[in-house]
């Protein structure tokens, strides 16, 4: 029981000194992992996939990317510096990239590293839909969602150890099934959900810096619903999923249009 309780208080005890404002969420997150420590392994990982992909340069297509890359960057620097935050971004290097291959998927990196496939271009069909998805990949490195993912894992972990103490008087087929529940209501009762806030918290911050870039945020609707139209294959429910599903998806981004549009005002007209 001890070592139980030794277990649950260096968890609280991390909870309580790992928590820090996101200047684009405005809420406390929790954090283990610095920048100092996440960006060098986070730049290297993203220099040896593009050693090991086809990067396309010099098109049309890549030169979109880089362009609507460099308005988003440029959105995001003014919104923090805006908000006495201008420090925010120092650690970051900016890399876009246009990568050949036909899944229909774009991510960024921690600290600024961006990729689009061209399988997503005949989604996004012109420089609104690329913003869309540009500015929702980025966002979720600007809210820190990788490191808090990595940070929640752990204490998912952190638990499982102290469900292994609180049972190991018991038989080890009782330490089996507690471990079984307890993997299972951990997964869909906190990660699953934390997961899918991610998603919704990074379409928010993704509207508002396409809007500040200046580009309609309500163009991301009608991109959500092309992306919705070309899923093929059977879906889980949604609290099996690690994103919303598509209809709540675009009912939520419907609801925050007017309040992204509302910030961008403050910094930049947004075209019609």
């Avoid at 200047?23 to 420590?37: D, Y």
Wanted: some cysteine.
């Amino acid at each position: 029981m001890k070592k139980y309780i030794i277990i649950l208080s260096i968890g609280a005890l991390a909870i309580v000194i790992s928590c820090a404002t996101n200047p684009f969420t405005g809420k406390k997150s929790l954090n283990f992992v610095s920048n100092s420590e996440l960006f060098p392994s986070s730049f290297q990982q993203y220099g040896t996939f593009l050693k090991e992909n086809k990067v396309i340069s010099g098109t049309a297509d890549a030169k979109r990317v880089g362009a609507v890359g460099i308005k988003i960057k440029a959105a995001a620097e003014r919104w923090l510096k805006a908000n006495g935050q201008a420090e925010y971004l120092k650690e970051y290097q900016w890399e876009y990239n246009l990568i050949e291959n036909k899944e229909v998927n774009a991510w960024c990196m921690p600290g600024g590293k961006i990729v689009v496939y061209t399988g997503i271009l005949p989604i996004t069909k012109d420089e609104a839909g690329l913003a869309t998805v540009m500015g929702h990949e980025v966002s979720h490195a600007l809210a820190n969602h990788g490191a808090q993912r990595m940070s929640a894992a752990q204490l998912q972990q952190i638990g499982a150890v102290g469900v292994a103490l609180a049972t190991g008087n018991q038989s080890d087929d009782k330490q089996k099934m507690w471990q079984e529940y307890y993997g299972i209501g951990s997964q869909v009762g906190v990660m699953l959900p934390f997961s899918r806030s991610h998603e919704t918290e990074a379409d928010k911050i993704g509207l508002t810096l396409m809007a500040i870039a200046g580009y309609n945020p309500e163009q991301a609707i009608t991109f959500w619903e092309r992306m919705a139209a070309n899923a093929t294959g059977n879906k889980p429910p949604e609290f099996l999923s690690t994103h919303p599903a598509d209809a709540t998806r675009i009912a939520n981004l419907k609801k925050l249009i007017p309040e992204a549009k509302a910030e961008a005002l403050k910094y930049v007209v947004i075209s019609k």
